[in-house]
């Protein structure tokens, strides 16, 4: 990818303050859920969910020892009251998370939005609406790492807002599909109404060597940078708490920042790592 700062762009911001985010990537029936909610994150993002052919929605556990689960169906919730007590626990009791997610990538649906299409009585609109009222689900996030059909992910997007979803993304790469994505979701609308109101830029792996400040400028929407925790799958990528603090202080004195986040809660468990101490490094420079 060429530097960002390169691209002369006249902009507005986005109205996004003090974003402190998490990627579950772990079955949320067997991660820290006290912890996520206390730890000083206000985003959590469930990773892992899926469109399948027919509209159906599935929650992949990615945790051993799980099972996939079938959450919406014809229309109706069917994930078990049990998993959507959980998920509704998040956002209730002590619990400093006012934002839930769920993240998906874009397998299938170029072709659910030309057949059946969007409408509102198409299965995919009524199993997305069912699994936002019985998760209390407040956006969507898109983690397209390969598809990249811009006339169906607007097509999508737009659909998500009709249920009253936002709609977030999270490149690693690409930024041109990502910005004609903004803008024609955000077109005529004023910033606090932006649909697409959040990027969660991957700075980690294949996005490793992004720089915030330059998608911001490029972008026209300010980005939270997303830090891969200390972990055993790619240790080259892995960040202390510390390291992360650093970073995010170093990106957001170069141009301010939506906040910051990482990917993910299940390496923090498996590796014996602090929540508190992770969430302490966003607080202290998103506070």
Sequence with gaps: MKPLLLFPIIWHLAIAANIRSIFLFKDVMKSNTTA????????????????LSNGDIMYYSNTPGSQDVRVASGGAYVGGETLAQKVR??????????RLEISMNAQ???????????????????????????WTL???????????????????GRML???GYKYTIAPYTNA???LNMKNQLNQGL??????????????????????????????????????????????????????????????????????????NDYDIEK????????GNALSTVFP
Aim: aromatic residues 14%; contains cysteine.
């Design 190 to 263: 004023r910033e606090q109404d932006w649909l697409l109101d959040r990027v969660y830029l991957q700075c980690y792996d294949g996005g490793a060597n992004n720089n915030p400040p330059g998608w911001q400028t490029f972008l026209g929407m300010k980005v939270v940078p997303l830090i891969w925790v200390i972990n055993d799958s790619k240790p080259q990528f892995g960040a202390t708490a510390a390291q992360a603090r650093t970073r995010f202080a170093q990106w957001h004195q170069q141009n301010a920042l939506a906040g910051g986040g990482y990917w």
């Design 161 to 163: 807002g009709r249920v």
């Design 108 to 134: 299938n649906v170029r072709n659910l939005m030309a057949t059946p299409g969007p409408g509102p009585e198409t299965p995919l609109y009524r199993n997305f609406q069912a699994l936002k009222e019985a």
């Design 138 to 156: 407040d956006a969507v996030n898109n983690d397209d790492e390969s598809i990249y059909d811009l006339n169906s992910s607007v097509t999508f």
């Design 36 to 51: 996520l909610k206390t730890s000083g994150f206000n985003t959590l993002i469930m990773f892992g969910v899926g469109i």
């Design 89 to 98: 626990s998040l956002k209730t009791g002590e619990t400093g998370v006012t």
């Design 176 to 178: 041109q599909f990502w």
């Design 271 to 278: 590796m014996g790592l602090s929540y508190r101490d992770y």
